[in-house]
Nanobody, 124 residues
Framework: QVEVVESGGGLVQAGGSLRLSCAHSGDTFSNYAMSWYRQAPGKERELVASITSNGGSTTYAASVKGRFTISRDYARNTVDLQMNSLKPEDTAVYYC?????????????????WGQGTLVTVSS
């Protein structure tokens, strides 16, 4: 089955940097669009950044544009989120999401998979 596992969270001071990584397994990595979401305490989960299955296009939430960069490595089957100039309001649990391109969907596989999340805490 398809699985995504996040790593790289932790505690960092405001202005610092962290790099999150998400490892994808169980199906062809290039058939999936990949995204990072986050959920802060008491708030709804929100999209942070996404990258298309072929890596040709990325999108970012307005709040992170210019500070965060999403990238994918087809040799390692990973998607990374480089986070710079971190702010206390970036504190959240960050989740990796894999969504299959419909033409590649398998009848016995889920269309969308979530990781368990990794906590990022930015201190002021």
């Amino acid at each position: 089955q398809v699985e995504v596992v996040e790593s790289g969270g932790g505690l960092v001071q405001a202005g610092g940097s962290l790099r999150l990584s998400c490892a994808h397994s169980g199906d062809t990595f290039s058939n999936y669009a990949m995204s990072w979401y986050r959920q802060a305490p008491g708030k709804e989960r929100e999209l942070v950044a996404s990258i298309t299955s072929n890596g040709g296009s990325t999108t970012y939430a307005a709040s992170v544009k210019g500070r965060f960069t999403i990238s994918r490595d087809y040799a390692r089957n990973t998607v990374d989120l480089q986070m710079n100039s971190l702010k206390p309001e970036d504190t959240a649990v960050y989740y990796c999401n894999a969504r299959v391109v419909p033409v590649f969907a398998r009848p016995d596989y889920p269309r969308e998979v979530w990781g368990q999340g990794t906590l990022v805490t930015v201190s002021s």
